[in-house]
């Protein structure tokens, strides 16, 4: 059973930054699209950014490009989101999914299992 625990979330001022990881379990295939999706309360979840485990290819959204990075650890299996420069409209809770090879990061549905999410906060 695919498992996604993610972490590193939590309350940061305007300006500043915060690193998510998500370390997925029980995934038998080694290549597939992983990615971090937020949800706003009021909003739709939308793709943050994605990476694929395949060639490494990545896609950010265009509200984060420039500010967030993905990244893997093929040891650890483990991805990270490394955010700077959070606004306050970043706040939401992040969750990390995973989908198959070509799985489009714009669409959630496209993905098959989802953690439970972290909590991110920007305010002063």
């Known amino acids: 059973q695919v498992q996604l625990v993610e972490s590193g979330g939590g309350l940061v001022q305007p300006g500043g930054s915060l690193r998510l990881a998500c370390a997925p379990s029980g995934v038998t295939s080694d290549y597939y699209i992983i990615g971090w999706f937020r949800q706003a309360p009021g909003k739709e979840r939308e793709g943050v950014s994605c990476i694929s485990t395949s060639d490494g290819a990545t896609y950010y959204s265009d509200t984060v490009k420039g500010r967030f990075t993905i990244s893997r650890d093929n040891a650890k299996k483990t991805v990270y989101l490394q955010m700077n420069s959070l606004k306050p409209d970043d706040a939401a809770k992040y969750y990390c999914?995973?989908?198959?090879?070509?799985?489009?990061?714009?669409?959630?549905?496209?993905?098959?299992?989802w953690g439970r999410g972290t909590q991110v906060t920007v305010s002063s």
């Open positions: 999914a995973t989908g198959l090879l070509g799985s489009d990061c714009r669409h959630p549905a496209h993905f098959d299992y």
